[in-house]
């Protein structure tokens, strides 16, 4: 079968044999770095697009359909012109944070791609706390947040920001914990092995209910953490104008905009990887027949289908319900998610020391 | 360095919502004090769509000035020419047709029927689920329609004239509203299961805003506000006009109180309005459309008032004619005015997104509140 593997090699070897170590290494890392933006620009796009056609079938509209076939150029059009307009720098601004600020959210969601598997052998960065290294970047894109809300001088802006961080910061516990259940039920950090245990099927089946309520507490905690409706106080139009991007114009704000939606993958991609098995085929026990049927589909289809269908889910959420209140989000975490999440790491531990899990 | 951001002497954050805020529908103004997400005050500053309609009524003849009402609540258009209208009519002692009549109470109940829409979609986009926007507006897109054939236009209608209707109904009148009235009743399910029982929005709803009884007289406000604390408020029952005693509709009562009390009002006064429409569409009296008066109207000597319940409360045109062409004095008692008084009443002491939902379900319309 066609692996990434024997490309990845070819290159590498052919980089080997006419340069010499160091060189090889170097081009290797800007070869790595080169694809890595350019998935996120094309993910971006895609995104983007997905969310406007989404949003227009669940609003009776036809969305973008006029730039290019079926209107699949629209964003490329938006991002042209987001580029070309002018990126103002309010008066009275810290100037070196607003300007900081849109990179630093990009750069923190730019370095969570690293430990993903999008395809069999098609990893960054296979490091052995790819969990934990997930967990801690995740955490920095708050301090972009915070330092756009402050800088803008602006009192949306500003409260925006304050709910963002009190948000982001109460449901990476939840969200933490969930992904424990996971690591618990593995017994490794490590994304490859994660995959790997789920050969013989993927863990939301495996894992009983606890799996089951882990999931389902991971998909809401990561919602409120992308600070996608119906968690999207931070920037909570009819409340905010904007939130914490409201004096950002042109490239900066569309900086925001896309590490928000490379934020969705990638939780989405990380909820797949822990309980769909990423890009591993879907397997039933010991079937080997049935198996072998289902490895003819290719691991990238299985990876991004799963990514996909997970990131529709998302979109719908934020289509269909109402946003919470500020109070109401917080009792909801400290006083439902938090509690069950926990209990549920209990529970995962005893299936897992008891391997109750198939 | 970042500059001091905005406090006021006790520390408290001054926020200037509006006029350009996507929560407030128009160009309201509303200057909220704030102690971190909790309101402590909020003061509304009027003047910015501020037309001077009741002086341009008072050079305008008795036949021309309901044009202009169309303009003040543009949501309800048809109900205000209709007290312009009736008001008229009291001083000329006109008696309208019985075909006008029912014509005119079913185009105030369309009308009503599609203010409610527009008020749901936007209420539920305040807090935060845009699709009901869309549902809301493919529905009303009906109303705009039959409008359109009967009346010539879609939002300023200017179709009740004293006297009368302006013109006969469209022959698709009647075929149309059937259609509408089949088609609605579904949809109002349909509107229920999306958002009247999500968790999150009765969360939202319930136990915010709330106002008692006794505010709510002492506050003047009429309509599903005033209806939503227990207050009788109706004027199609209180004070019936055209052929309201006849039909068969309840006021709709809730003792809530809340914005959640507000919000089932206008959800169930929807389907009493398609409940007068059914006991109408096929009763359509025949006869004129238009009684006769004279070209120019003259009002006699006097004083004159009509109150009518529009979409959002107590209309009152009140005349004073010294026996010209033009009135010499005209007011309007609009519901909107008095219900955004109550504002500061019903939102300080809760937080920035219960502002949002108390007033999405004030049903403010701006160009109303500052004629």
């Given amino acids: 079968m066609p692996s990434f593997e024997n490309i990845t090699n070819a290159i590498h070897t052919w980089l080997t044999t006419h340069l010499s170590a160091g060189w090889a290494f170097f081009i290797e890392l800007v070869l790595v770095g080169v694809a890595a933006i350019a998935l996120f620009a094309a993910l971006g796009l895609v995104l983007v697009l ?19 076939p079926k209107g699949m150029l629209q964003s490329l ?46 990893q960054i960065w296979d490091l052995n706390i790819g969990v934990l290294y997930i967990s801690a970047i995740s955490s920095i894109s708050v301090i972009g947040i915070l330092m756009a809300g402050w800088a803008s001088n602006n009192k949306y802006s500003l409260m925006g920001a304050m709910r963002s961080g009190a948000q982001i910061v109460s449901y990476e516990l939840s969200a933490g914990l969930s992904v424990l259940a996971i690591v618990v039920l593995t017994g490794s950090l490590r994304i490859s092995d994660i995959v790997q245990s789920q050969e013989t099927g993927w863990w939301i089946f495996k894992g009983h209910l606890p799996a089951i309520i882990a999931f389902v507490i991971f998909i809401i905690a990561v919602t409120a953490e992308t600070n996608r409706a119906p968690f999207d106080l931070a920037e909570a139009e009819s409340e905010l104008t904007a939130g914490f991007h409201t004096e950002y114009s042109g490239m900066k704000f569309a900086l925001f905009f896309l590490a928000e939606y490379i934020n969705i993958f990638i939780v989405c991609a990380i909820g797949a990887t822990l309980f769909f098995g990423g890009w591993m085929p879907f397997h039933i026990g010991h079937w080997d027949g049935f198996n072998h049927v289902m490895d003819y589909i290719p691991s990238s289809v299985w990876f991004f289908g799963k990514t996909f269908g997970l990131i529709f889910l998302i979109m719908w959420f934020r289509w269909t319900f109402p946003r919470l209140r500020v109070d109401q989000l917080l009792n909801l975490e400290w006083k439902y998610l938090l509690p069950i999440s926990m209990v549920n790491l209990v529970l995962v531990t005893l299936v897992a020391i008891k391997q109750w899990h198939f | 360095m970042v500059e001091e951001i905005g406090t006021n002497e006790e520390g408290e954050l001054v926020i200037n919502m509006g006029p350009q805020h996507p929560a407030t529908h128009g160009v309201l103004h509303l200057v909220v004090t704030l102690q971190g997400e909790t309101i402590k005050k909020i003061e509304p500053h009027l003047g910015y769509i501020h037309r001077s309609i009741e002086k341009m009524c008072e050079s305008l003849t008795y036949r021309q000035f309901s044009y202009v009402t169309s303009r003040m609540d543009y949501l309800s258009s048809h109900i205000n020419n209709h007290a312009c209208a009736m008001c008229v009519e009291k001083g000329l002692q006109v008696e309208v047709p019985p075909r006008a009549q029912v014509i005119r109470v079913m185009v105030d109940e369309l009308t009503r029927i599609a203010s409610h829409e527009l008020w749901w979609g936007a209420m539920a986009m305040d807090l935060g689920a845009f699709t009901p926007f869309f549902h809301a507006f493919r529905e009303r897109e009906n109303i705009n329609d039959i409008m359109e054939e009967t009346c010539g236009a879609r939002l300023t209608m200017n179709y009740i004239v004293p006297g009368g209707v302006m013109a006969d109904i469209h022959p698709n009148f009647q075929k149309r509203v059937k259609s509408f009235i089949e088609l609605f009743r579904s949809k109002i399910d349909e509107y229920d299961e999306l958002v009247t029982g999500n968790i999150i929005f009765q969360n939202r709803m319930k136990g915010v805003g709330w106002i008692s009884a006794e505010d709510v007289v002492s506050y003047g406000c009429t309509g599903p506000v005033a209806r939503a604390s227990g207050v009788h408020s109706d004027i199609r029952k209180l004070f019936p006009y055209e052929i309201y005693e006849k039909l068969q509709f309840n006021e709709i009562l809730e003792t809530g109180g809340d914005s959640f009390a507000r919000y089932m009002v206008r959800m169930r006064e929807l389907r009493e309005s398609v409940h007068i429409l059914e006991q109408l569409v096929d009763n359509i009296p025949e006869g004129e459309f238009q009684a006769k008066t004279k070209a120019v109207l003259k009002l006699p000597k006097g004083e004159f008032y009509q109150r009518v319940e529009t979409a959002r409360g107590e209309l009152g045109v009140y005349i004073v004619s010294e026996g010209a062409t033009t009135p010499y004095r005209i007011k309007f008692r609009s519901p909107g005015f008095a219900n955004l008084s109550a504002l500061d009443h019903i939102a300080a002491g809760g937080k920035l997104g219960d502002l949002v939902a108390s007033m999405g379900t004030l049903d403010l319309v701006i160009p109303d509140i500052d004629r």
């Fill in chain 1, 50 to 68: 997905m969310e406007r056609r989404v949003a227009a079938w669940m609003q009776i509209r036809l969305g973008p359909n006029r730039v290019g």
């Fill in chain 1, 77 to 122: 059009a938006d991002t042209i012109k987001l580029i070309m307009k002018e990126g103002l720098t309010p008066e009275g601004a810290d100037k070196f944070l607003f300007n900081v600020a849109p990179y630093v959210v990009m750069i923190a969601a730019m370095l969570l791609l690293a430990p993903i598997g999008f395809a069999r052998n098609l």
